[in-house]
């Protein structure tokens, strides 16, 4: 791709800070971004939140004319004119703890339909904003979708690399996303058997169709199986547990959970799509969640999203720690864990996408260590997340009172203790230049 091309020119590594430009005043947008070049930034990164560019069906706004904070257009021409790099998040959802995850409310109002739905026929829930989730595969949900991402590019992909500073854009966020994961949160007892979207298209449309892709015949699923023949149609997606009794139960539950990983890595693909029709040539990357050390290939199948999306970044949030080596405002890890993250997954995902850089999309920087391992482990890029605390928190865009309490910056741009963190590993890695950006992990 052509888009490739500012990485392989890069004489210093890709070192970003997260600014979410609708979360701030307009005015403290120069001032904030002043910051993050001090923090040692090259590179920032916003999401695109499609819910607050459309808070009315079909009222699109990208330079501001409803609100100061919806100029993404000036957005990206001041982050141009300071000579930052740019990575762009337009989802559709972003999560970000914002109303919908970024999807409008509107739309979910509109679109009952097409809401996801668990085993019993409940609906998937965002739990920030305790909204539905979208069937991602529904053809009203993918069609809305498309609509957006195609007004999106419309307003922003004349400033991609190398005309503008767009090197990148991110697919969707940590698919399958928030909401979507089965169990308890409290106490991540999820149920990866049933992970997926029950809603009627999918179990009733899409399942067969994918069946009959897979086996052609219903004499050969009959015999995969070990069952007795049915057509595609009559083979019901699994929505309750039975014991496997034999290698055919096995494989068919192989392939129910198959069929869930497919439905991810199609969105993902019919996303990059259209973004290409939509004229863009740079690099798409989805993000990994960061589950627990032991769980964390099982949410989905993380090389098909690799695959689908051409480039994989990883976020770094610990959770269920054992015997963390790091405590520091509730940013810990255990030791599994820092092998996990700072080392395994970024070869995984180097692995994924050679050419481009190990990417850590999100990572805090409110420990030195926790920051520093991931560049000890290999990881050539990374994102410090968020860059900005929103405090208060701006009632059209997020649920809670205030925001990203983690960053190394208050609203105002003063600067907490933290941000020696980030900026003292920059100015490292920067020294390092060209060489650091070219070596290997």
């Known amino acids: 791709l052509s888009g490739h091309n500012w990485f392989q020119n890069l004489t210093a590594p890709l070192l970003a800070a997260e600014l979410q430009y609708f979360r701030t005043p307009r005015p403290e947008w120069e001032r904030l971004l002043l910051r993050l070049r001090q923090l040692g930034a090259n590179t920032v990164s916003t999401y695109v939140s499609w819910g607050w560019h459309e808070p009315q069906e079909g009222q699109l706004d990208f330079q501001g004319q409803t ?24 989802g559709p959802f972003i999560d970000a703890e914002t109303l919908g995850g970024g999807i409008p409310t509107w739309l979910l109002d509109r679109l009952p339909e097409a809401h996801a739905r668990r085993p019993d026929g409940s609906g998937w829930r965002y739990p920030d904003s305790d ?13 809305a979708a498309r609509r957006w991402l195609v007004a999106f590019s419309q307003a922003a992909s004349a400033w991609q690399f190398p ?4 090197i990148a854009l991110q697919l969707d966020n940590e698919m399958p996303g928030e909401g979507f994961l089965p169990g308890d949160p409290e106490d991540n007892g999820y149920d990866f058997r049933f992970r997926g979207d029950f809603n009627p298209y999918l179990t009733q449309e899409l399942w067969p169709e994918w069946l009959q892709a897979r086996h052609t015949r219903p004499e050969d699923m009959a015999a995969y199986y070990g069952r007795p023949a049915v057509d595609f149609k009559s083979l019901a997606f699994p929505s309750s547990w039975v014991e496997p009794r ?16 497919w439905t991810h890595q199609r969105v993902l693909r019919l996303y990059a799509a259209a973004l290409r029709e939509s004229g863009w040539g740079t690099p798409f990357y989805q993000n990994l969640f960061s589950p627990p050390w032991d769980t964390g290939g099982l949410a989905t199948n993380q090389g098909g999203l690799a695959l689908a999306a051409g ?10 720690v054992r015997t963390p080596l790091v405590e520091a405002y509730g940013f810990q890890m255990g030791f599994e864990e820092y092998i996990q993250h700072a080392y395994w997954r970024a070869r995984l995902a180097k692995n994924y996408s050679p050419e481009l850089p190990g990417l850590a999309s999100e990572v805090a920087c409110v420990n030195d260590f926790f920051l520093q391992a991931l560049f000890a482990g290999g990881v050539e890029a990374a994102c410090i997340y968020p860059g900005v605390q929103s405090n208060p928190e701006p009632t059209a865009v997020g649920v809670f009172p205030r925001w990203g309490m983690e960053a190394p910056l208050r609203p105002d741009g003063s600067l907490l ?25």
């Open 131 to 143: 909204q539905p989730r979208l069937s991602y595969l529904h053809p009203l949900a993918l069609e």
């Open 417 to 441: 203790p933290r941000f020696w963190n980030g900026r003292s590993l920059f100015a490292y890695l920067q020294a390092g230049g060209r060489d650091f950006a070219r070596s290997r992990p």
């Open 246 to 261: 034999s290698i055919g139960d096995l494989r068919f539950w192989m392939d129910s959970a198959r069929f869930i990983d």
């Open 163 to 166: 005309k503008g500073p767009v």
């Open 67 to 90: 609100c100061p904070e919806r100029d993404l257009l000036g957005f990206i021409h001041l982050v141009q004119e300071m000579g930052f790099w740019l990575i762009l998040k337009p």
């Open 311 to 320: 480039w994989q970044g990883q976020n770094i949030y610990p959770e269920a």
